[in-house]
């Protein structure tokens, strides 16, 4: 009997396609370019053609877990802000914001998320949750 199991490998592929697809839209939310949302996921001017490749076929996707764990981050932020910023257009506009944190020494969000660390990512997030309560 073989130990590799078919069904992750679908499910696999089911959450990579619906995880793209969520990020898609978060990406058009915020109003990030190309280059900002392939940053958000590690990928540079050398993968362009894959980020391409998965807007134009996003069935085709099976992400890496290091990709999964960036969306994880990303998601996890975009939710926190539409729980902390009830206004969807508040929320949505944090991001891109000046921000008096010390975290972000007067940059926006942003601009600490595209330094391409996936830890980056983390540390919103968890600028975002301690906002919370969490």
Do not use: C, H
């Not at 592929?13 to 978060?26: G, Q």
């Amino acid at each position: 009997m073989s130990s590799a199991n078919p069904l992750n490998a679908i499910d696999s592929a089911k959450v990579s396609t619906a995880a793209l697809a969520t990020f898609l839209n978060i990406v058009d939310a915020w109003g990030l370019s190309q280059t900002e949302a392939m940053t958000l996921l590690g990928y540079d001017d050398n993968t362009r053609s894959t980020y391409f490749k998965w807007k134009r076929e996003p069935t085709s996707v099976k992400l890496q877990k290091e990709k999964l764990e960036r969306l994880s981050y990303v998601f996890g932020i975009y939710k926190a802000l539409q729980v902390l910023l009830p206004n969807p257009t508040s929320a949505d506009s944090w991001v891109k914001k000046p921000n008096t944190a010390p975290l972000f020494n007067g940059e926006s969000a942003l601009s600490r998320m595209l330094s391409g660390n996936v830890a980056d990512l983390y540390e919103v997030r968890r600028y975002l949750d301690s906002e919370r309560g969490w």
